[in-house]
């Protein structure tokens, strides 16, 4: 067991090919961490393939008590990443999804609960591959900065990754890492929670944004998209109400930050076409 009381995992070694699956909220909110996933796997020579009929984890239904519509969607998915590549996904929340909860989707179905399982066991959170089968390691071009880390829930309890993500952090050596106060704690976003329990939602992020603020850092960095825009988000309304024209917190996605600072500064993105990467 590792210390998040989950089983521990085997890790294969870096393999030739793998599955993006970049998640909706990095489709539609902040597609450069999508890019940036890819540019950081392509440079480790690794071949990234992105099925184009790739949407949603299903998580929202499910985690709103809509278990036939989130079966539906997640069959979707199950239909696409046939290769037995590894599934990298730039988010602990829907790399819990995939991995912890489509095989109880499919549990009354022998068939597809044994290919839910079979895909389950592919699925690997972006920190978590680089760290583990990566071994990622590369030298910091940045300028000195302090950060703070917020790993989102899922992230830190289905798929017990958040030290991952510190140590990705930690392997920059003119990056300064602080720690906020209750940093186990949720930033407030939860999915649907957020829109079905606004003001309580409203609450946790803005006491997430205040310990944040409080530990002097220049940006937060998280691997979860939904967390990120719920955090800066909060941020930027306040910044509004208070006539501050400078965001007080910016942040930036993990894969976009790590690609940013062991990146030359002449160096070329990558684009994807036709499901695969050039």
Not at 73 to 88: E, G, R, Y
Request: a negative charge; aromatic letters at 6%.
């Amino acid at each position: 067991m590792n210390p998040t009381g989950l089983p521990a995992r085997s890790y294969p070694p870096k393999p030739t090919d793998v599955y993006l699956f970049a998640t909706c909220l990095v489709d539609q909110f902040s597609p450069q961490a999508g890019l940036d996933t890819v540019n950081l796997l392509e440079r480790e020579g690794i071949r990234v393939h992105f099925p184009q009929g790739q949407t949603c984890c299903g998580q929202p239904a499910y985690s709103s008590g809509y278990p036939d519509e989130a079966r539906a969607v997640a069959l979707a998915q199950l239909n696409l990443f046939d290769q037995p590549w590894p599934v990298v996904v730039p988010s602990g929340s829907c790399g819990g999804m995939m991995r912890h909860h489509y095989p109880h989707l499919f549990a009354d179905d022998p068939e597809l609960h044994a290919r839910a399982v079979a895909l389950s066991e592919r699925i690997y959170e972006l920190s978590e591959f680089l760290v583990h089968v990566v071994n990622f390691s590369h030298p910091d071009q940045g300028a000195p900065c302090t950060v703070a880390l917020h790993t989102s829930c899922h992230a830190r309890r289905q798929m017990g990754v958040h030290d991952t993500s510190s140590a990705l952090l930690d392997s920059l050596a003119h990056v300064n890492v602080v720690t906020q106060a209750r940093i186990e704690e949720c930033c407030g976003f939860g999915g649907t929670f957020a829109l079905l329990h606004a003001d309580i939602s409203e609450a946790i992020v803005t006491d997430k944004v205040a310990a944040i603020k409080a530990t002097g850092a220049g940006c937060v960095v998280s691997a979860d998209c939904g967390c990120l825009l719920n955090i800066t988000g909060r941020a930027a309304k306040q910044d509004e109400l208070t006539g501050c024209n400078t965001p007080s917190l910016p942040g930036e996605h993990l894969a976009s930050f790590l690609w940013n600072r062991t990146q030359p500064a002449n160096g070329t993105a990558s684009t994807t076409t036709n499901g695969s990467t050039t």
